[in-house]
Nanobody, 125 residues
Framework: VQLVESGGGLVQAGGSLRLSCEAS????????MGWFRQAPGKEREFVAV????????YYAESVKGRFTTSRDNAKNTVYLQMSSLKPEDPAVYYC???????????????????WGQGTQVTVSS
């Protein structure tokens, strides 16, 4: 499975961006799809995850209410809609795929087997 993120860029604080992650190879519906981010000098941190079916999602407290993840299994694509972006949100954002149960929402990097190359999100104040 190959994952390719897109949609990153520069946005003003308070603005919005939508990231996309397109999967090729085995269909993405076989995996829970997560989003992580890593800022310079910091560890990679969990942002959001959506279950294989799309029926369950889980968010980090820092983004809850501002970010929404969704998926279109027919297009093998997962999305991260980011709103009300804050100065602490800039990072490289990665999507990742984890095998598991249909409603599972894994939240830790070792649970994921495939990773995208990342897309940069920058927020200007």
């Amino acid at each position: 499975v190959q994952l390719v993120e897109s949609g990153g860029g520069l946005v003003q604080a308070g603005g919005s961006l939508r990231l996309s992650c397109e999967a090729s190879g085995r269909t993405s519906s076989s995996y829970a799809m997560g989003w992580f981010r890593q800022a310079p000098g910091k560890e990679r941190e969990f942002v959001a995850v959506i279950s294989r079916s799309g029926g369950s999602a889980y968010y980090a407290e820092s983004v809850k209410g501002r970010f929404t993840t969704s998926r279109d299994n027919a297009k093998n694509t997962v999305y991260l809609q980011m709103s009300s972006l804050k100065p602490e949100d800039p990072a490289v954002y990665y999507c990742a795929a984890a095998p598991g149960t249909e409603r599972g929402t894994p939240r830790y990097p070792p649970e994921y087997v495939y990773w995208g190359q990342g897309t940069q999100v920058t927020v200007s104040s």
